[in-house]
């Protein structure tokens, strides 16, 4: 089992850039898939971004490709999401995933943290 805790939302304005992270307990973080997910007022939760377990392959939603950027350092636990180029209807609640396989589901979700993009 692993605990994923998110941290590094807040308030930002548009055009601006913020990093997330998403720190794992337990030993195996190395053999999960990652991915970060974000879910708007009112709106159903959606994929942003995913990466494998060795960081050789990424996947993005076309709303953020060019703009976002996942990454993950085995070694100290942890999963990045840097923003950049940040838009109002970015603003949502960002949650880190994990999944033992590529295209499996996520089995072990974060508490998410809040990003806010103001115009």
């Known amino acids: 089992q692993v605990q994923l805790v998110e941290s590094g939302g807040g308030v930002v304005q548009a055009g601006g850039s913020r990093r997330l992270s998403c720190a794992a307990s337990?030993?195996?973080?190395?053999?999960?898939?990652m991915g970060w997910f974000r879910q708007a007022p009112g709106k159903e939760r959606e994929f942003v971004a995913a990466?494998?377990?060795?960081?050789?392959?990424?996947s993005y939603a076309d709303s953020v490709k060019g703009r976002f950027t996942i990454s993950r350092d085995n070694a100290k636990n942890t999963v990045y999401l840097q923003m950049n180029s940040l838009k109002p209807e970015d603003t949502a609640i960002y949650y880190c995933?994990?999944?033992?396989?590529?295209?499996?589901?996520?089995?072990?979700w974060g508490q998410g943290t809040q990003v806010t993009v103001s115009s």
């Open positions: 337990g030993r195996t973080f190395s053999s999960y898939t």
């Open positions: 995933a994990a999944s033992w396989t590529w295209s499996g589901a996520y089995k072990y």
């Open positions: 990466i494998s377990w060795s960081g050789g392959v990424t």
